[in-house]
């Protein structure tokens, strides 16, 4: 099984600030999925095959990497940007997630 | 726009059975592999089933295989699971979910005396 290992695990952004998620997998994938969560509700889809973004993403976010090391960006963070984003690999079965990175808005 | 609505859950005691539905709409159902996954409270996403299009193939984390059966009626765009000897660890929010397009909004598992 593929371990997924998220950083950081919580951080605080201010408006305005570029914020970056880390994924690292404990072996190489071909592709890193995103999903976003906010309290209460259910994750939805954020960013797909490393870079795409899903419908109605704000342009402001981006994804990248290769191999065993992704990440997601936040050009500049808002306010509507806070919450658990979750990476996840399905190159291998079983399909795993990340632990989940937290973000506040400072 | 691809949508999910989970139901049957609730609260169970350890060693009971459950059988949760899903049930799509808003894109070809019988075209597309289906997963379960789930969250414990305060905790992440584990993954737990997926079932081809067709049936073909079924795959389960080893948390719950062979407590746990995914299945799926194309003819009413329904996707189940069938959750037998249900633990207090199985206590969770499930969802289904068409992994890359849309979360059901879950339902809520409880295994407790």
């Known amino acids: 099984e593929i371990v997924l290992t998220q950083s950081p695990t919580t951080m605080a952004a201010s408006p305005g600030e570029k914020v970056t998620i880390t994924c690292r997998a404990s072996?190489?994938?071909?592709?890193m999925h995103w999903f976003q969560q906010k309290s209460g509700t259910s994750p939805k889809p954020w960013i797909y095959?490393?870079?795409k973004l899903a419908s109605g993403v704000p342009d402001r976010f981006s994804g990248s990497g290769s191999g065993t090391s992704y990440s997601l960006t936040i050009s500049s963070m808002e306010a509507e940007d806070a919450a658990t984003y979750y990476c996840l690999q399905r190159s291998s079965y079983p399909p795993t997630f990340g632990g989940g990175t937290k973000l506040e808005l400072k | 726009e691809v949508q999910l609505v989970e139901s049957g859950g609730g609260l169970v005691k350890p060693g009971s059975s459950l059988k949760l539905s899903c049930v799509a709409s808003?894109?070809?159902?019988?075209?597309?592999?289906m997963h379960w996954i789930r969250q414990a409270p305060k905790k992440g996403l584990e993954w737990i089933a997926l079932?081809?299009?067709?049936?073909?193939?079924?795959y389960y984390a080893d948390s719950v295989k062979g407590r746990f059966t995914i299945s799926r009626d194309n003819s009413k765009n329904t996707l189940y699971l069938e959750m037998n000897s249900l633990r207090s660890e199985d206590t969770a929010m499930y969802y289904c979910?068409?992994?890359?397009?849309?979360w059901g909004q879950g339902v809520m598992v409880t295994v407790s005396s």
């Open positions: 095959d490393t870079s």
């Open positions: 079932i081809y299009y067709d049936s073909s193939n079924k």
């Open positions: 979910a068409k992994l890359g397009a849309g």
């Open positions: 808003g894109f070809t159902f019988s075209s597309y592999g």
């Open positions: 072996s190489s994938v071909s592709y």
